[in-house]
């Protein structure tokens, strides 16, 4: 058991040195490979002499445990990068997991605000301190397309207000330069101009948005902040940093951007994960075309 924690441990090293992946990631993939070691032992063997058998018949106790399609699914990639691992670092000679099968995903598309909706939220010259720190991180996102782990770690340096952009480092440590809107600047640049450093008060902190006690604010603090601005402007349903970066996306391609640009400002590393806004975008002409041709359902209309 020892040697098999030694071994996780090694493997999480790689994928935050080699692969630059997330801490919030490699806990998952942490948590995937302790359930998988877990039961391997309950077979009487571990990782160093199972059989894709034991791997497949762990997937199917996953299923069997209710795990969703998309959590099976990531176990499966976690499963196949470790003992990827493993073989090239000469621990086996072989890869169990060469013929595991990964579920098929119906992917669900992205929930997005109209734009009547954005422009409702982002109405108002905020003067208290709190709220225009809220109004410029509503701003931000929907102006930039931000993750919120990228919003959260923003400093004050890594914003160019001359220009217009803001730098940020992405999933696999990646930096990108995002171009930012007239509006957005102009929240940053009265946010900066005095809220800033009275909400930081003695704290001695770079962090761009920062909660009321002067210390960085977390990603649950972000999706609180956006729920309350939400309820303040009389909106029914909830909203997430995740729902304005779908918005910036979807809005962007509506108007005639390129789906390369989108995913470069998005930071998405396959075009294909892109592509799921211009199905969203698709699906809205369709619904546009089916309410107003007159031609478009099963009976003319008079």
């Not at 709190?130 to 919120?148: D, F, K, W």
């Not at 929240?187 to 900066?192: A, D, F, G």
Request: net charge positive.
């Amino acid at each position: 058991m020892a040697s098999e924690e030694k071994l996780l441990k090694k493997y999480l090293t790689f994928l935050h040195v080699e692969r630059g992946l997330s801490d919030n990631t490699r806990q998952a993939y942490a948590r995937d490979l302790q359930q998988l070691m877990n039961y391997l032992q309950q077979r009487g063997t571990n990782v160093s002499e199972c059989v894709g058998n034991d791997l497949f018949l762990f997937l199917l106790k996953c299923k069997e445990n209710g795990k969703s399609p998309r959590t099976i699914a990531r176990c499966n990639a976690t499963i196949r990068g470790f003992f990827a691992f493993m073989l090239d670092e000469g621990l086996r000679k072989d890869n169990p997991s060469t013929y595991l099968v990964t579920p098929k995903l119906n992917q669900p598309l992205p929930k997005v605000l109209s734009e009547v909706t954005m422009d409702k939220l982002l109405q108002g010259e905020e003067e208290a301190d709190l709220a225009l720190r809220n109004l410029t991180i509503l701003e931000v996102l929907y102006s930039s397309g931000l993750r919120v782990s990228e919003l959260i770690n923003l400093t004050i340096s890594d914003f160019s207000l001359d220009v217009g952009y803001v730098r940020c480092i992405g999933k696999g440590n990646k930096e990108r330069i995002v171009p930012l809107g007239e509006e957005s600047l102009n929240s940053l640049k009265r946010y900066l101009n005095g809220p800033r450093e009275r909400l930081c008060g003695k704290q001695n902190n770079d962090r761009l948005f920062i909660n009321a006690h002067g210390r960085p604010l977390t990603r649950q603090g972000v999706t609180y902040i956006l729920n309350k601005w939400a309820k303040e402007h009389h909106l029914e349903q909830s909203i997430s940093p995740h729902m304005v970066r779908h918005s910036f996306a979807t809005h962007l391609l509506d108007h005639g951007a390129d789906l390369r640009s989108v995913q470069e400002m998005l930071g998405h590393a396959d075009i294909a994960t892109t592509q799921i806004y211009t199905h969203l975008t698709r699906k809205r002409l369709l619904d546009v075309f089916q309410r107003a041709h007159p031609r478009a359902g099963d009976k003319i209309r008079e």
